[in-house]
């Protein structure tokens, strides 16, 4: 079932948000400071371009370091990358036949709010 809603995912619009991912993070890593935010936006397209089947967790090494990094990327403004994915996630929740989509918006809100201390499974 995690490889139809994939394909659905990517058709529908899924393959437009890891670009801009993806072009987020290559812009970020321009700098040498940019380059831990750089590389959790591609962390992030990796997850945009196929969300089902996989869940965002929590490292169980996770140090101070992520805590300070995330709470830098909210001071940063990225925060608005969560908001739009919460938006997203209710305006699909509507209908019946968007709840899939919807439960996949809301593991990128929690994965774009702070994403410095999780992974994918």
Not at 12 to 20: E, K, S, T
Not at 26 to 49: E, H, N, S, Y
Not at 50 to 60: I, L
Not at 77 to 85: F, M, N, P, T
Request: charged share 10%; aromatic share 14%.
């Amino acid at each position: 079932m995690s490889i139809i809603g994939n394909i659905l995912w990517f058709v529908l619009g899924g393959f437009l948000v890891a670009l801009m991912y993806f072009a987020a993070g290559l812009l970020m890593c321009i700098t040498i400071i940019g380059i831990p935010f750089g590389v959790q936006l591609m962390k992030i397209g990796v997850l945009a371009l196929a969300p089902f089947g996989k869940d965002v967790t929590t490292k169980d090494n996770a140090g101070c370091l992520s805590i300070g990094f995330s709470v830098l990327w909210i001071l940063c403004g990225w925060w608005e990358i969560a908001i739009v994915h919460l938006v997203l996630s209710v305006i699909f929740a509507i209908t019946i036949i968007g709840i899939p989509f919807a439960k996949a918006h809301w593991r990128l809100m929690k994965m774009s709010f702070m994403p410095f201390g999780l992974t994918t499974k």
